[in-house]
């Protein structure tokens, strides 16, 4: 689908915001990623910009990803549950079908034009305390949320990698019935 292939991680937000409907449509898309059980371990913790709590999720940012993230409209922060709730047990899969959970919502971002853009240059450590997020849960990832933007809005180093990746070959990501990867 072009929606694969057109899809990129800007950094350059515009100072447009996000309407409630459009943002709560991007956790809708979420709310529907399929899970063993249909256990649905995904949970998300989100802060809007002027809003009070947007300085505890953007305070744990790297200083590299402050500098684009400080025009984002909402930053997320994802987690996941390690038992499956109806019995305790020890899930195998909740961090496979939270990562697809953020990939719905990054597509659903980009069908509706919206930039999501996923980081891992935070301080788990420290949001997990200032959130007072217990040990039963996996901290995932964040993301960063807004309408595009002008690339001139950012430094000159981060207007050079406004343009989309490249990806590995199938050959080195495919194998048919053998383990030949290092
Ligand atoms: C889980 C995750 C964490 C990421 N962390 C960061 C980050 O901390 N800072 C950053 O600038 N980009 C980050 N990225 C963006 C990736 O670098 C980007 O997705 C990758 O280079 C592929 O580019 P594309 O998304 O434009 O196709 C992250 C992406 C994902 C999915």
Redesign the pocket.
């Known amino acids: 689908m072009e929606l694969f292939l057109s899809?990129?991680?800007?950094?350059a937000f515009s100072e447009e915001r996000l309407t409630e409907e459009e943002l709560m449509s991007l956790f809708e898309a979420a709310r529907w990623t399929p899970s063993s059980y249909n256990d649905q371990p995904w949970r998300f913790v989100y802060a809007r910009r002027g809003e009070k709590e947007w300085e505890t999720l953007f305070n744990v940012l790297?200083d590299?990803?402050k500098i684009?993230c400080q025009r984002a409209d909402t930053l997320i922060l994802i987690t996941s549950r390690k038992f499956y709730e109806k019995n305790d047990k020890l899930t195998q899969t909740s961090r496979l079908s939270t990562g697809a959970a953020?990939m719905s919502l990054a597509l659903e971002a980009h069908h509706r034009k919206i930039v999501a853009?996923?980081?891992?240059?935070?301080d788990y450590e420290k949001i997990r305390k200032d959130l007072q997020i217990p040990d039963n849960y996996n901290v995932e990832?964040m993301v960063a949320i807004g309408k595009p933007g002008k690339i001139d809005t950012l430094p000159e180093a981060l207007q050079k990698a406004e343009v989309?990746?490249e990806r590995k070959p199938l050959k080195e990501i495919l194998s048919k019935g053998t383990f030949p990867f290092t």
């Open positions: 899809r990129v991680s800007s950094r790297a590299p990803n684009w953020w853009h996923g980081l891992e240059g935070f990832a989309p990746s």
